[in-house]
């Protein structure tokens, strides 16, 4: 089963070797038929701490590292 990848923007980065990502979406209401913008946090192993509060991350799920860690941020060399 391939792994989930997902594009947010690290909200903190005050933790040890994790940064917390915001990922936003937009899903259509069903009865007004308006897009609404919906997001969530999730909690991403950052090795290095190399990541700062408003960049824009991309995320992988992977193993657990803790009980509310489990995405590791993918390093992109573009």
């Not at 005050?14 to 999730?42: A, G, N, W």
Request: aromatic share 8%; net charge positive.
């Amino acid at each position: 089963m391939p792994k989930r990848i997902l594009q947010g923007v690290v909200v903190s980065d005050k933790q040890d070797k994790t940064v917390v990502v915001s990922v936003e979406r937009q899903v259509m209401h069903p009865v007004y038929r308006k897009f609404i913008k919906k997001s969530k946090k999730y909690a991403a192993h950052d090795e290095n701490n190399q990541f700062k509060v408003g960049d824009v991350v991309r995320i992988e799920e992977c193993a657990p590292y803790s009980k509310t860690k489990t995405w590791t941020v993918i390093v992109d060399n573009a």
